[in-house]
T-cell receptor
Framework: GENVEQHPSTLSVQEGDSAVIKCTYSDSASNYFPWYKQELGKGPQLIIDIRSNVGEKKDQRIAVTLNKTAKHFSLHITETQPEDSAVYFC????????????FGTGTRLKVLA | EPEVTQTPSHQVTQMGQEVILRCVPI?????FYWYRQILGQKVEFLVS????????KSEIFDDQFSVERPDGSNFTLKIRSTKLEDSAMYFCASIREGREKLFFGSGTQLSVL
């Protein structure tokens, strides 16, 4: 069935360093790939997304890359700050009409000051 | 900025009792969802709802679960006879027609004792 794998499950970086989180998906029909940030006790918040007709997208310190052939996509955070500490989820969605998202297992990012 | 609102934020119930979780999606959104997140695990799809009917449901969404849009604003999830394993954070979400961005509420933490 549909599946999204995410690695690593935890990631600790020094403030100012870069962080990279990787996901792979199984459904080749998936064409939309959002990333969510979840802070403690809150709902997931969309931070960036990418569609399958684009290979890379950047928004300030955050970028996402997509390799549709390999069914990989990655989140890159540069110049990390303590407030970037949170759980990050990737997701994949296909144009089936219901816009159902399949989420990855999450990455707990800790930015050490 | 419009947001998805959920009530209550916390719900404690005894095993076997019925619970109703309430959500008010963003007003111009037409697709509605319930997801759940067991502590420390990924966000899992439960059900999608469009045009006053269920459009897709997961294996988790068995006969004990039901959804309803009783009026033009509320969207509810009912669990008829709660089990211990229903303990989780339940998120409501919505999407505007023609868009793919899923907006989440802040969740209801359900604890079944």
């Amino acid at each position: 069935g549909e599946n999204v794998e995410q690695h690593p499950s935890t990631l600790s970086v020094q403030e100012g360093d870069s962080a990279v989180i990787k996901c792979t998906y199984s459904d080749s029909a998936s064409n939309y790939f959002p990333w969510y940030k979840q802070e403690l006790g809150k709902g997931p918040q969309l931070i960036i997304d990418i569609r399958s007709n684009v290979g890379e997208k950047k928004d300030q310190r955050i970028a996402v890359t997509l390799n549709k052939t390999a069914k990989h996509f990655s989140l890159h955070i540069t110049e990390t700050q303590p407030e970037d500490s949170a759980v990050y989820f990737c997701a994949a969605s296909n144009p089936s009409g219901t816009y159902k998202y399949i989420f990855g297992t999450g990455t707990r990012l800790k930015v050490l000051a | 900025e419009p947001e998805v609102t959920q009530t209550p934020s916390h719900q404690v119930t005894q095993m076997g009792q019925e619970v109703i979780l309430r959500c008010v999606p963003i007003s111009n959104h037409l697709y509605f969802y319930w997801y759940r997140q067991i502590l420390g695990q990924k966000v899992e799809f439960l059900v999608s709802f469009y045009n006053n009917e269920i459009s897709e449901k997961s294996e988790i969404f068995d006969d004990q679960f039901s959804v309803e849009r009783p009026d033009g604003s509320n969207f509810t999830l009912k669990i008829r006879s709660t089990k211990l394993e229903d303990s989780a954070m339940y998120f409501c979400a919505s999407i505007r027609e023609g868009r793919e961005k899923l907006f989440f509420g802040s969740g209801t933490q359900l604890s079944v004792l």
